[in-house]
């Protein structure tokens, strides 16, 4: 079993796509459990749910703006490379402070 600060951590990555209903089925069945009984990642939830809808645009933005960066330095492609919710994730930290 995992302890609970492991399965934080997992609920956490997953918090995101939970919120932009992205998950599976399962996925999302062990969010809405472990949300029950956690506040802390209840909370969290709740932060993600709030920003959720204004995500989409700013992704589809993020991606048409890596696009036209293509022909400059050689970067790798890390933005399409990211899982959405670890895209979100990292978004919704930067709009927390
Ligand atoms: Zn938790």
């Known amino acids: 079993m995992l302890s609970s ?3 934080c ?3 956490r ?3 995101a796509g939970y919120a932009l209903n992205s998950l599976v089925k ?3 069945g062990a969010v809405t459990a472990h949300l029950a009984t956690c506040s802390a990642c209840h909370a969290e939830h ?3 749910a709030a920003v959720a809808p204004h995500l989409i645009p700013l ?3 993020l991606a048409d ?3 036209r960066r293509k022909h400059g330095r050689h970067r790798p492609e890390r933005i399409t ?3 959405l919710s670890q895209w979100v994730n990292s978004k919704a930290l930067v709009a927390a402070r």
Do not use: K, P, W, Y
């Open 5 to 7: 600060l492991q399965e």
């Open 9 to 11: 951590d997992t609920i």
């Open 13 to 15: 990555e997953r918090l």
């Open 26 to 28: 399962e996925e999302a």
């Open 46 to 48: 709740e932060c993600l």
């Open 59 to 61: 992704r589809e933005a």
């Open 65 to 67: 703006e890596s696009q």
């Open 81 to 83: 490379s990211l899982t």
